[in-house]
């Protein structure tokens, strides 16, 4: 396409019908939207609101929109937030196609919608400055007054992980490597395992979560190994952990084997570490009400970061890039 903003009326139509989802967000007054340049948040009394911003640049664009979506909200929920929208800037490579754009901005708004979120604004242009298309997005949520926000996870407490790790790496590469796949794995285990990337919200369990004095934190980028390590350096604690109690899927373990991959430092979006004082009852309420979640381990009172395999101990290393990234 031609270098230069594109127009909201184009940007509108690539969104397609209905780029609001059914009902009014008292939070939004009218004038938000895509193409828009700015967007007023109106508070409620007690009502705190919440911020995050991520940055998708090496994301396949087929997955660029929804991980971003699903990324923004994650943290909000993890935050004791109610996720409300997105603000969102695009830029791709003068040699991207039309279609190429409105995938990715048919994808955000799709999975914005699902979750009851909206584009606030926005800004898409098509740019000589990028090699490769970039989606920066901010997204804005709410917390409501009864609601209690993480603090820092305590020595002592036990370590709870929600759902299952690698879940979003693991679609993405299934998908992305469908065919080099197929020669080894059978088509029943490879659709298992792009499905692995359909729904990555925490939103229920964060939910309940929302009710309890617990440290949380989504997980994403550099998979269960990073989160640990950015909970026991933020916290000031040490941890333990066994890693056969993390919760994992097989087709992870088989398609990271197939890469030479850490299928611990792998995109781990749709997934959440918990710190708690009062962890296997925890457990119970989440699983009574459909989560998946176990013990995985707790924290310590020293600044040793232990990783325990078949009882044998191994310190934990600082995770700088997701394993997803060495896939060509």
């Not at 919608?113 to 898409?124: D, F, K, N, P, Q």
């Not at 980028?221 to 941890?239: N, P």
Request: glycine share 10%.
């Amino acid at each position: 396409m031609k270098t230069g903003r594109l127009p909201e009326s184009i940007l509108c139509n690539m969104a397609g019908k209905g780029r609001h989802p059914a009902g009014k967000i008292k939070e939004l007054p009218d004038g938000f939207g895509i193409g828009k340049d700015c967007a007023a948040l109106q508070a409620e009394d007690e009502d705190t609101f919440v911020i995050t911003h991520d940055l998708m640049q090496t994301i396949p664009e087929n997955y660029m929109g929804k991980m971003a979506a699903y990324t923004a909200a994650d943290h909000i929920a993890a935050e004791g937030g109610i996720p409300v929208g997105i603000t969102m800037t695009a830029l791709f490579p003068p040699d991207t196609k039309k279609h190429q754009i409105e995938r990715v901005i048919r994808q955000i708004h799709g999975t914005c919608a699902s979750l009851s979120m909206v584009i606030i604004e926005g800004h898409t242009e098509v740019t000589e400055a990028v090699n490769q298309p970039l989606l920066s997005v901010h997204g804005v949520g709410k917390i409501l007054p009864q609601n209690q926000r993480p603090g820092k996870a305590k020595p002592g407490q036990e370590l709870i992980v929600t759902g299952a790790i690698g879940l979003a790496g693991t679609g993405m590469i299934a998908d992305l490597k469908k065919e080099e796949l197929s020669r080894r794995f059978p088509s029943m285990f490879l659709r298992e395992a792009e499905a692995c990337s359909e729904r990555l919200s925490i939103e229920k369990e964060a939910e309940i979560l929302n009710r309890s004095d617990t440290f949380r934190m989504a997980l994403g980028e550099l998979g269960i190994y990073g989160a640990l390590w950015e909970t026991a350096e933020k916290s000031g604690t040490g941890l333990e952990v066994e890693i056969e109690k993390i919760p994992i899927k097989q087709h992870t373990i088989e398609i990271c084997e197939y890469f030479d991959l850490n299928p611990y430092q792998l995109m781990s979006t749709g997934a959440m570490l918990i710190a708690s004082d009062q962890g296997q009852e925890l457990v119970r309420e989440l699983q009574t009400n459909g989560i998946q979640a176990a013990v995985i381990g707790r924290t310590s009172d020293s600044r040793e970061k232990l990783i325990y395999r078949q009882g044998k101990a191994a310190n934990l290393e600082i995770t700088r890039n997701d394993e997803f990234y060495k896939i060509k």
